[in-house]
């Protein structure tokens, strides 16, 4: 039987020659944290959207979109990562599930000459990637902190009282946020009064609602502003505040979207939220990625090492319009301009 | 292959003969997806020097654990405990290894004493479950369930409810070494090893008998004078020391200690050897069986990952291989 094995693989082995792919095609890696989130499928559609853009321009790019099932499988990230390195990948474009644990599989694809876009999420070891791409997190808590605080004063309110309702413990990116936000507001409005600033949503839109109910019963009547730094966070809270008839009463800055989210901006129960760019921030990575590969310096001598894809204030005013859809509509994605995809929008929407 | 047995060994099972069951499997496999990856045109890459050595570094683990798997499967229990051992397993070895490096210990010997405590507390895990099903006489898949619980929620407490990683971001050469996907990691070739000594140790010696005839029929084994329970206590607890080992190695491929590592190992490594030949019923299975198991596995996953085959596809495939290889066996046991 083991004999039938060996003529069976020597059999293919012809085979396997024949079928070698093309010398002259880049094959991109994009590997997600997980797979299921609107914002790794905005980011997926970027990376095909350069592609196609370099195809046009006679270089032929595939992206294979490829991530764990579930956002807390480290193991399989690493997995992936090391599997398309050993197959044939030319590059690798990784949002990692840790900036620390991530380390030694980053530094194993660049120990093996294959250039490594990080985006989303920082990598804690700066020496084996070409490039960092992502929202500027803290600057997106500071426009949330002038946007708030400038609804506030419109409505007369010099001394507002602020809640921050943090997302958890030990996530990077809505701490940068929450931190945005603090040092903001403290230098807008320094005699702000802060009523609570330590009670945490947890993960879900249900572990928000249970977190922020006991909070806005102990400070209905005197709260003013609160700042939910991701999306869960915010939906939680505005469920509980409608169903006490505080909506619209109590101004909610939120951070991220979803449908219901943006509905709510539009119906006024959330006074704005700050929304990313994951569509540019796919484009722009599989970008560098292929020009790093075509041997062109995509960091300035390893000077410039991080690039934000833009963080953005979405309110009632704008919230239909064609700039903001193209942060997360597929179709008005498509309609974006390849040239304000590579060097950035500029302006505000 | 021929059957190496002395004259005068007791009709126990042609334990050297290779079983036929899994090499089809494994045939079958291969050849359905080497025409579906042919098909796409990825042949080359799927056959490669580069996928081989993932294959085999993928397999690492599972097969590591396996071979636990299989000693208690021989012996007639079950182990449902193991990937909640390996995530316990990196957690200690980090944990130590910290705490002696803030100590101010050198790497060579924080990393020895912690990869020391690490599979010691694996062993430690498969003593107790040992003495579960010895002592206080309870069924195995119940003992293991119960350790399945503890050794998870030990890991989630020890770890403090998240990853840790090394202190200062500083891996150690070593864990960089058995990380990399290479025909000369070190983790591979334990396995080759710890495969050869559980052959050995199976086949060629009277802690090996009585493994197969414990799970062949106790009672009988008990009246022709084996002590049972010490060679229940002695599977559980090799198949602790080599889950341990698995752990470590675990916890350099993720470069971390992480409670929530190894999450449907148990039901992965049963399915692996089971498909392998071995039976749940106790008394059958072979090392290059269950090592064929896990090359089945490990060749769907593959297949399914890199060449973009439907995921549902993997799950059909490895329940339809198992069931077949069962109804397989049963019909050709009952045929006889």
Avoid at chain 1, 138 to 149: K, N, P, Q, T, V
Avoid at chain 2, 310 to 325: F, H, K, T
């Amino acid at each position: 039987m083991p004999r039938l094995v060996y003529s069976i693989v020597l059999a293919l082995c012809p085979l396997a020659v024949g079928c070698g792919g093309p010398t002259d095609e880049i094959t991109i890696v994009v590997i997600p944290k997980g797979m299921t989130h609107e914002h790794w499928q905005s980011v997926h559609r970027g990376a095909e959207r350069c592609a196609a853009d370099m195809a046009a321009e006679g270089v032929r790019v595939r992206i294979i979109f490829d991530g764990p099932l579930r956002e807390r499988d480290a193991l399989e990230q690493i997995r992936i990562v090391d599997r398309r390195v050993a197959t044939g990948a030319s590059g690798i474009v990784l949002a990692p599930q840790h900036s620390k644990t991530m380390t030694a599989c980053v530094r194993r694809t660049a120990d093996a000459g294959l250039p490594v876009v990080i985006i989303d999420s920082g990598l804690a070891d700066p020496d084996h990637f070409v490039k960092y791409v992502a929202t500027d997190n803290y600057r997106g808590g500071c426009l949330a902190a002038e946007h708030l605080i400038g609804e506030l004063k419109k409505q007369g309110k010099t001394r507002p009282r602020l809640i921050l309702f943090r997302y958890a413990v030990g996530s990077e990116s809505t701490e940068q946020r929450e931190k945005g936000f603090e040092d903001t507001a403290k230098q807008l409005c320094p005699d702000a009064e802060w009523l609570s600033t330590d009670k945490y949503a947890g993960a879900t839109r249900d572990s928000a609602m249970r977190e922020a109910g006991p909070l806005v019963l102990q400070f209905k009547d005197r709260v003013d502003g609160i700042f939910a730094p991701n999306e869960s966070s915010a939906t939680g809270l505005v469920d509980v505040l409608r169903s006490q008839g505080l909506n619209k009463k109590v101004l909610v800055m939120a951070f991220d979207a979803s449908k219901p989210l943006l509905q709510s901006i539009r119906d006024g129960n959330v006074v704005g939220s700050i929304l990313q760019d994951p569509y540019r921030m796919g484009y722009v990575s599989t970008w560098v990625c292929v020009r790093s590969l075509r041997g062109e310096d995509v960091n300035g001598g390893r000077t410039q090492m991080n690039l934000s894809t833009g963080e953005y204030v979405v309110t009632k005013e704008n919230v239909d319009s064609e700039f903001v859809l193209g942060l997360f509509d597929p179709s008005a994605q498509a309609r974006r301009s390849t040239r304000s995809l590579r060097e950035g929008p500029g302006g505000t929407p | 292959m021929s059957a190496v047995s002395s004259p005068d060994a007791p009709p126990a099972p042609r334990t050297l003969a290779l079983p036929t069951g899994p090499w089809v499997g494994f045939v079958a496999v291969l050849v359905l997806f080497a025409l579906l990856i042919g098909m796409k045109g990825g042949l080359g890459t799927f056959l490669s020097v580069g996928n081989l050595e993932v294959l085999l570094h993928e397999g690492t683990i599972p097969a590591i654990v396996g071979l636990g798997m299989l000693l208690v499967l021989i012996s007639g229990g079950i182990d449902l405990s193991v990937g909640a051992v390996v995530a316990l397993v990196t957690v200690v070895t980090m944990r130590v290894y910290t705490a002696l490096q803030a100590q101010g210990w050198a790497v060579p010997e924080a990393s020895a004493v912690a990869v020391v405590a690490g599979v010691a507390a694996g062993g430690l895990c498969g003593w107790v479950n040992g003495l579960l099903v010895t002592r206080l006489d309870l069924p195995p898949f119940v003992a293991t369930l119960g350790m399945f619980g503890i050794a998870r929620g030990v890991a989630v407490w020890l770890a403090e409810r998240t990853t840790l990683a090394f202190p200062g971001g500083a891996t150690p050469e070593w864990v960089l070494d058995l990380g990399r996907t290479s025909i000369a990691n070190l983790g591979l070739w334990s396995l080759v090893a710890l495969a050869v000594i559980t052959a050995v140790v199976l086949h060629l010696t009277v802690l090996g008998r009585h493994i197969y005839a414990v799970g062949s029929n106790e009672a009988t084994a008990r009246l022709c004078g084996v002590n049972v329970p010490r060679t229940k206590v002695l599977v559980y607890t090799l198949s602790g020391f080599l889950t341990g080992w698995a752990g470590i190695i675990m916890f350099a491929h993720s470069n971390s200690g992480n409670p929530t590592l190894g999450e449907q190992l148990e039901l992965d490594v049963i399915t692996a050897v089971v498909i392998g030949g071995a039976s749940l019923g106790g008394g059958k299975g072979t090392v290059v069986g269950a090592l064929l198991g896990v090359a089945i596995l490990g060749l769907i996953k593959n297949g399914v990952s890199l060449f973009n085959v439907p995921v549902e596809m993997q799950y059909i495939l490895i329940g339809v291989l198992l069931l077949a290889n069962v109804a397989l066996n049963r019909w050709r046991r009952g045929g006889r």
